[in-house]
């Protein structure tokens, strides 16, 4: 008998060669696999001979093949043994040799499967190396037991990952390509396989089914609660799953407020069915039970038992009280009141923030259907701000802070005031002259209100205090305001007024002799603020005459004499006027001298009035009506300064008078 060779290939075909010459020889003992085919190759016919070869096996003397070569599939486990007869025939003589080999048959090896359960979306990926899924034995020693068994998928894109070496376990990763949601609720059917091969190289492989299941899609929410309404309702925080049917529904609190003495393990209870469950603090109104009870729950489909858990919080407030400190005085032109800054937690004093404004009342009335009062309600509040500028009247206000658990609210009532009405009174226009005048307001009368503005003193207006820089001054703007002290609303009101520069000038006379008739031309010299396009002058000559242009010329003038002339100009309101005197006689024509000697200074006048003249002359002052408001001597070359302040505001004419002329000249007082 032949020596057994061990086969180390999965399913080998195995070949033998009898290397005899003249001797048959079927080749050394094997060994292989049930379900294997066996070959072997028989040596002994020389080549060129005539002869055969027949292959027997022995256990039944059945001949299995008549060529050199065996191949034989093994379908039986009892050892076996064969017979290679080698027949030669030469030279006519027939020479006969046998050779035998022995075949040991290992059984196959087999699986001990566990079976794979159905699959949750959250199992992937699932280890099947790690659980044992199977185990090999070998079969020709079942003690001889393995579970690093290679598992794949006959699919295109098998789902299965891992095996690249000894070390690397395989996963059924399935979740790498469907989702949760992809997943059919009754489940979706797959098939793994997996095969062994024990250390004698037999080999044996398995397919089984598998089936996945979607995880239920679970959601909670938050809870606001107030501690006062214990036991809570914990169903509510369940936003998902919609439908519960078929579902195990389980609560329980994972922690309670540090300060609570509360055993979070049985605060939760259920009741009824469907399952009402219930969270159950108590109904204490201190503070250790208040605070955050984390809350978790689980739904698990009861045919595939897959199940998904969440957590969410249940916020257990404290009852509190608002109380809202009293609102400031509102005026109708306002700017918008931050409520949330007037109102407090009544026990602690802490300010509350999250309150809920609206106005409830307005005048007395809630009721909407009165156009007015649903105006006020609805537009009185925005965003948590009072308005004041909705409207005059009374408000009632009301907070409510956290309406969805600890409801504290409180009211109170504001009134907003009107403005106070304002009126005043001030010319459009006045002389740079003129003198300082108060400024009237109509309403509110009184020494009440400011005035302010170019020009303003006090509560008086000082033309002489502006900038004349131009004809037309202005206009300036001046302002008037006023605070009720009761309601302390305050209003104002402005009026624009103009100033009228002092136009300066200085009236001029040329007296000619012509074919025995004095003629004399008027004009203006010197001139200041004056502007022949806007305003309005008339010359008056005396006896009548007069004339509107600021130049004449050729005055016909018969009688010798001193004659004086005098221009007016218009400035809007404010008149103005100087003169001339000119003397005609047969031995001297020309303008007196007097009107350049004489020096009045200032005009127009406020305080004090200063005459000069280098010759002794009589000083008369008297006012438009003709009245003498003083009379007196000015010494030669010595300045005679009168004190005018006792004198009403207005025109006057003063006279200085020589022994041979005389000058007469208006002067006006502020």
Known sequence: ???????????????????????????????????????????????????????????????????????????????????????????????????????????????????????????????????????????????????????????????????????????????????????????????????????????VSQCRPVRYYPNPIVELQDLEVCIKNAPFSLNSMVVKPFNKTGGIETYRCLSVPATSSLDKNTIITSSGSPAIYVLNTGTAKDTQDVGKYVIEYCFKNAVSGCQTCDTANVNVKRYGQAYIDNLPKACINGAAIELDSFVRDKFSGVRLTGCSWSCVEYSGSRDRSIPNVKLKLDSSVKNNKFIPATGAGQYMLKCVTDPNACAANDSIYIIV????????????????????????????????????????????????????????????????????????????????????????????????????????SFSLDSLVYVDSSQQKGQWNFGNGKSSDYFTYNNLPVKDSGIYKAYFTINNGPCQYTDSVIYELNYKTTGISAIEHQVSIYPNPIHNNLQIAYPADAQIVITNILGIIVYQGELSAGQPLILDTTHLSAGQYIIQVNNASTELRKLIIKY
């Not at 299995?64 to 043994?81: D, H, N, P």
């Not at 403005?419 to 009237?440: G, H, K, R």
């Not at 303003?456 to 205090?465: A, D, E, L, N, W």
């Not at 009026?495 to 000619?512: D, E, G």
Request: aromatic share 10%; net charge positive; charged share 15%.
């Open 417 to 520: 005031n009107g403005l106070p009405v304002i009126q005043i009174s001030v010319p459009d226009t006045v002389c740079a002259d003129a003198a300082a005048f108060n400024l009237n307001n109509v309403k509110p009368a009184g020494q009440v209100g400011t005035w302010s503005g170019p020009g303003v003193s006090g509560r008086k207006f000082v033309p002489g205090s502006v900038t004349i820089s131009s004809r037309v001054n202005g206009p300036y703007q001046l302002h008037y305001t006023y605070t009720n002290p009761l309601t302390l609303c305050t209003a104002s009101d402005s009026q624009k007024i103009v100033v009228m520069a002092n136009p300066q000038f200085k009236p001029k006379a040329v007296v000619r002799k012509i074919l025995g008739q004095y003629l004399v």
């Open 1 to 203: 008998m032949k020596k057994i060779i061990t086969l180390t290939l999965l399913l080998s075909t195995f070949f033998f060669a009898a290397k005899a010459q003249v001797t048959a020889n079927a080749g050394a003992d094997q060994e292989v696999c049930l379900n294997d085919t066996v070959k072997a190759i028989g040596t002994g016919l020389p080549s060129g001979d005539t002869g055969s070869y027949q292959w027997r096996r022995i256990s039944t003397n059945q001949i299995v093949s008549t060529t050199f070569e065996l191949k034989l599939r093994i379908t039986s486990g009892s050892t076996e043994q064969f017979e290679l007869k080698v027949t030669r025939i030469k030279n006519n003589v027939t020479y006969t040799d046998l050779d035998t080999f022995d075949l040991k048959i290992n059984l196959l090896p087999t699986i001990a499967y566990k079976g794979i359960p159905a699959l949750c979306y959250k199992d992937c990926p699932y280890p099947l190396t790690g659980n044992y899924i199977a185990v090999g034995s070998a079969g020709y020693d079942p003690t001889v037991k393995d579970s690093s068994l290679r598992y794949y998928q006959k699919k295109s894109m098998p789902w299965v990952s891992g095996g690249s070496n000894a070390n690397d376990p395989y996963f059924l990763s399935f979740c790498n390509y469907i989702s949760n949601a992809q997943l059919p609720s009754t489940g979706a059917r797959d098939t793994i396989c997996f095969d062994y091969t024990d250390p004698k190289g037999c080999y």
